[in-house]
C-alpha cells in the first residue's frame, strides 16, 4: 500500500489524475483510464514543467560486468550509479541503453546488446523505470540519435548497418573535411533510416512505462550527409527531419491516450538556433509547432550565453537545461577525472543566473559525487567557493568547426 500511495503521490506532481495513477506497473485499478486529446495535452504541459533541479544522463555503461565473467545482479546494477542518488537533487534520470540499434532493453525493433546484466535475465531500462519511480525520480530513455562510436576501427557495426551500408554517409577509412570523421554516421535524408529511428522510439514507448523519451542530437551532431562534405544542409533536409519529430509526437500522443499519462519528448542540441538549422535542426519550428516538451542545450561545446537559450524556453512556455559536460568546463577534462568542484558550482551558478530551468549533466557517473547535492540549489552554490567562468568552445577534438563547415561563425561568447 505505501509503494501504491508513493506512485500515486509521483503521478499527481507530475499533472496526472487520480485515475490514472493507479495505472503502473503490478498497480491495481484494471485498463488505463483513457485521457481525451485536450485532458492528455493539459497533464502533458503541466508535466514539461516538473521541478527537475539536475538531470543526469546516464550512458548506460553500468550494465556491464564488474570483471570478466563476472554476473552483474539487479542490487550492483544499481549500486554503481542510481541507489545512492536517492535524497540528492537529481529529479530526473535519462537513460541511455546503447548505440544505434544496439540495446541492452528488450525490443522487438532493435538488437540486444548482451552483457552480464542481460545473460542473468536483467533489463536494465525496466530496472532503471522501476527504481526511479519507487524513489520520485522521473526516467526518460535517451536514443543518440547518431552515436557514433562505432566509427572506431576496433567497434563492430550493429548488423542493421551491416545490412544496410548504403544508409551510412561513408564508409570505413573515407576522409571528409568534417563530421570529426564519423563515416557510421546514419544518413537521416534516406526514408529508410527515419522509417527505422521512429520504430526504434515506438517499441520503447509502447513496451516500457518511461516518463519521455529524449532525442540527443549532440551526440554525435551529424544528421544528413552533405554536413561531412561541407556542403548546405537545405530547407529540404529540414523539412525531412521535422516530420520525423512530429510522426514522433502523434506516436507518443496516441500512446499517453491509452496508458493515461502523457509521454514527453526532450532534445539536446547545440545551443545556437543557427547552428541547429545549419545541421538540420528547425528547432524555433518544432517549439512553434509544440512538437517538443523540453530543451537541453550545448555539450562538449557551447555557443551563445545561457541567457539566449532560456529566453527561448520562455518564449514558447518549455523549460530549458544547461548541459555540463567536464570536457568542456574543465577545458578537455575526461569524464574519469577528478571533479574540479569550484569549476562544476560557479559554472551550475552562472546557468542558473541566466534563467535555465535546471542542470544537465553528462559523463558524470559517480552517484556519491558532490554534484548530484549542490548543482541544483542556486542559493546554496553562492555560498559555496566556486570559480566565475561559462565555457564555450574547449580546445580538443570535438568543437563546432570540426563538425559543420564555419560552425565557429556561431560562437556568440560575450566578450570581456
Not at 516500457?208 to 537545405?234: A, K, S
Not at 557517473?365 to 542556486?378: A, H, K, N, T
Amino acid at each position: 500500500m505505501a509503494d501504491r500511495l508513493n506512485r500515486r503521490a509521483f503521478l499527481s506532481a507530475l499533472g496526472v489524475g487520480p485515475a490514472a495513477a493507479l495505472v503502473w506497473h503490478g498497480a491495481a485499478g484494471g485498463a488505463p483510464a483513457t485521457l481525451s486529446e485536450d485532458e492528455l495535452i493539459a497533464a502533458r504541459k503541466r508535466a514539461r514543467q516538473r521541478k527537475r533541479r539536475i538531470i543526469m544522463n546516464n550512458d548506460g555503461n553500468d550494465a556491464n560486468a564488474p570483471g570478466p565473467g563476472e554476473a552483474l545482479s539487479r542490487e550492483q546494477f544499481l549500486s554503481r550509479r542510481t541507489a545512492p542518488l536517492v535524497g540528492s537533487q537529481v529529479d530526473a534520470i535519462f537513460y541511455c541503453t546503447g548505440v544505434f540499434n544496439s540495446y541492452t532493453h528488450r525490443s522487438e525493433e532493435s538488437e540486444q546488446r548482451k552483457n552480464a546484466l542481460t545473460e542473468s535475465g536483467g533489463d536494465s531500462l525496466e530496472i532503471m523505470t522501476e527504481f526511479g519511480h519507487a524513489n520520485g525520480m522521473e526516467v526518460f530513455w535517451s536514443m543518440r540519435m547518431n552515436d557514433t562510436h562505432d566509427s572506431s576501427p576496433d567497434r563492430v557495426l550493429c548488423q542493421w548497418k551491416q545490412d544496410h551500408p548504403e544508409c551510412l554517409v561513408g564508409t570505413q577509412g573515407q576522409k571528409f573535411p568534417y563530421g570529426c570523421g564519423r563515416w557510421s554516421s546514419v544518413d537521416y535524408g534516406m526514408e529508410v533510416v527515419r522509417d527505422k529511428v521512429f520504430r526504434i522510439l515506438e517499441d520503447v514507448c509502447s513496451r516500457y512505462d518511461v516518463d519521455g523519451i529524449e532525442m540527443d542530437f549532440f551526440r554525435h551532431p551529424v544528421l544528413f550527409r552533405p554536413q561531412m562534405t561541407g556542403d548546405p544542409v537545405t530547407e529540404e533536409h529540414c523539412a525531412l527531419m521535422t516530420g520525423l519529430v512530429r510522426r514522433v509526437r502523434a506516436m507518443t500522443e496516441r500512446i499517453g491516450r491509452e496508458r493515461g499519462r502523457p509521454l514527453l519528448i526532450a532534445v539536446r542540441v547545440p545551443d545556437s538556433v543557427g547552428y541547429c538549422k545549419a545541421m538540420g535542426i528547425d528547432l524555433v519550428g518544432w517549439l512553434e509547432e509544440d512538437l517538443i516538451d523540453m530543451v537541453t542545450g550545448a555539450g562538449y561545446f557551447k555557443l551563445e550565453p545561457w541567457e539566449n537559450l532560456a529566453a527561448l524556453g520562455r518564449k514558447y512556455d518549455v523549460p530549458a537545461y544547461a548541459c555540463l559536460v567536464s570536457r568542456r568546463i574543465m577545458d578537455g577534462g575526461q569524464p574519469e577525472a577528478a571533479t574540479a568542484l569550484q569549476v562544476w558550482r560557479g559554472e551550475a551558478l552562472n546557468a542558473w543566473k541566466a534563467g535555465v530551468s535546471g542542470i544537465y549533466t553528462f559523463n558524470r557517473f559517480d552517484p556519491e559525487d558532490p554534484i548530484f547535492r549542490e548543482l541544483g540549489d542556486p542559493a546554496l552554490l553562492a555560498t559555496l567557493e566556486h570559480v566565475d567562468q561559462t565555457a564555450y568552445v574547449a580546445n580538443m577534438w570535438s568543437r563546432p568547426e570540426k563538425w559543420l563547415k564555419g560552425g565557429l561563425e556561431y560562437l556568440r561568447e560575450p566578450s570581456e
